[in-house]
């Protein structure tokens, strides 16, 4: 019997695993791309209009204009739902969401944090971000959270300026 070393520990040889792509790379490009590609069956999905729906299923269409041109603009929405569906973190809409949903005010697939006007939307993104400013307790963060958050921040000031424009429009 003849021991070659163009076998490997499994028995495959490696020209065949090499033909194949199967020899494992690891490389922070790589996992870049699998973690983007987590949700391979929606990537037709907006979750900035998802997200949106969460929190607003009652407010005006220009709200929700404001909302999808804010998260454009930012490359976040108020949810903290990246665009493969995960969430980067919690944010302060969600916990809004969270606690509607603890006192029993809505049902749970349909909780409205903005309200049916531009002002309400106005007041819940006013607090969203002044809760975001001012935390109860400090928690430490990682570096992506706190990322997160600086985009969330973004994101609300943004949302914002769209919504105090439509105010002065009415």
């Excluded at 606690?99 to 106005?122: C, F, M, R, W």
Aim: glycine residues 4%; charged residues 30%; hydrophobic residues 35%.
């Amino acid at each position: 019997m003849q021991i070659s070393s163009n076998y490997s520990m499994n028995g495959v040889p490696y020209e065949n695993r090499r033909r194949q792509n199967d020899i494992p790379q690891f490389s922070t490009e790589r996992a870049e791309q699998e973690n983007e590609s987590i949700n391979p069956y929606m990537e037709d999905t907006d979750f900035n209009e998802k997200a949106f729906d969460m929190i607003g299923p009652n407010a005006p269409q220009d709200v929700k204009d404001a909302w999808m041109e804010a998260a454009k603009v930012v490359n976040a929405n108020g949810m903290g739902i990246k665009k493969n569906g995960m969430l980067s973190h919690i944010s302060q809409m969600m916990v809004q969401r969270l606690n509607k949903q603890l006192n029993g005010e809505g049902d749970v697939d349909n909780i409205d944090i903005l309200g049916n006007t531009t002002e309400s939307a106005i007041q819940a993104t006013s607090q969203a971000l002044y809760d975001l400013d001012h935390p109860r307790e400090y928690v430490p963060k990682s570096i992506e959270v706190q990322r997160a958050c600086m985009k969330e921040r973004e994101f609300y000031v943004a949302f914002l300026e769209k919504l105090e424009k439509l105010k002065v429009k009415i």
